[in-house]
């Protein structure tokens, strides 16, 4: 497992980034949250998702891996339980009746034991509804801050691997192969507008993105961000608004008798 950690700032992610927690409560429809459940939300982040369910849920119960993601989530809604956890390494004496995941699990390289704990936490037919990047994830973006990187001779970083985009095939084989039964699994398109039309891919890069920079000179970090943004602007600026490139996976499936 990788020792890389992702440092979390809660206010360019709420400022900025709420279209992480806004295009999430669709899943909310899916998830159909009843008063007799009892729900993970994994990867909570700042805990609006989290809040949401517990509004229809008996109970519900969110985790992170970000201490400062759950801290600000304890502080705007300290009526959940939060509480720091690692989605390839969690455990609960109680199965819970749904595990819910939104804009998650593409941080978590090591797919399989986190597929193998959502499954052993569920109860016998509990339910996964899961949505994250997808392959081809914000590919324009990436491809050319990796170009940026090594134009300059930052070639270790311009190699990092901070996310896991599988295709749909991918990842179901892995929830089929440990016991899951799919209900749904789609692949799709989805260009995501940013908050600022003027910075939006350089804070999209300073929110998401900032892991590259290790090493990197402070000035040429400020001189690649402004790259990337002039160099995608005619994929990424539709209408003097920019866009990511998003591509999302989303699966709802159920915990078969093992």
Not at 19 to 42: H, M, S, T
Not at 139 to 168: C, G
Request: glycine content about 6%.
């Amino acid at each position: 497992m990788s020792t890389l950690t992702t440092k979390w700032n809660p206010a360019l992610y709420n400022n900025k980034h709420s279209f992480v927690y806004d295009y999430g409560k669709e899943l909310l429809d899916l998830l159909n949250p009843k008063a007799n459940e009892r729900i993970l939300d994994l990867g909570c982040g700042s805990g609006q998702l989290t809040y949401k369910i517990s509004e229809l849920a008996g109970e519900t119960i969110g985790i992170d891996k970000s201490s400062e993601m759950i801290a600000d989530a304890k502080s705007k809604f300290p009526s959940v339980t939060f509480q720091v956890g690692d989605a390839e390494n969690f455990n609960f004496d109680k199965k819970f009746d749904a595990i819910f995941s939104n804009a998650a699990l593409h941080w978590v390289k090591n797919h399989k034991p986190a597929i193998h704990c959502m499954y052993e936490n569920l109860k016998e037919n509990g339910k996964i509804v899961l949505e994250f990047g997808g392959k081809g994830n914000v590919q324009t973006i990436i491809h050319q801050l990796r170009r940026s990187l090594q134009n300059r001779d930052y070639i270790k970083q311009s190699e990092l691997k901070l996310w896991y985009f599988p295709s749909v095939g991918e990842y179901t084989t892995e929830l089929k192969a440990t016991g899951f039964r799919i209900l749904l699994a789609e692949h799709f398109d989805r260009p995501t507008e940013l908050a600022d039309k003027n910075t939006g891919i350089k804070d999209w890069i300073s929110m998401f993105a900032e892991n590259f920079f290790a090493g990197v000179a402070p000035g040429d970090v400020v001189e690649i961000k402004e790259e990337v943004q002039e160099k995608v602007k005619d994929k990424c600026l539709v209408k003097d608004k920019w866009y990511a490139d998003y591509k999302r996976i989303r699966i709802v499936a159920v915990k078969e008798k093992g």
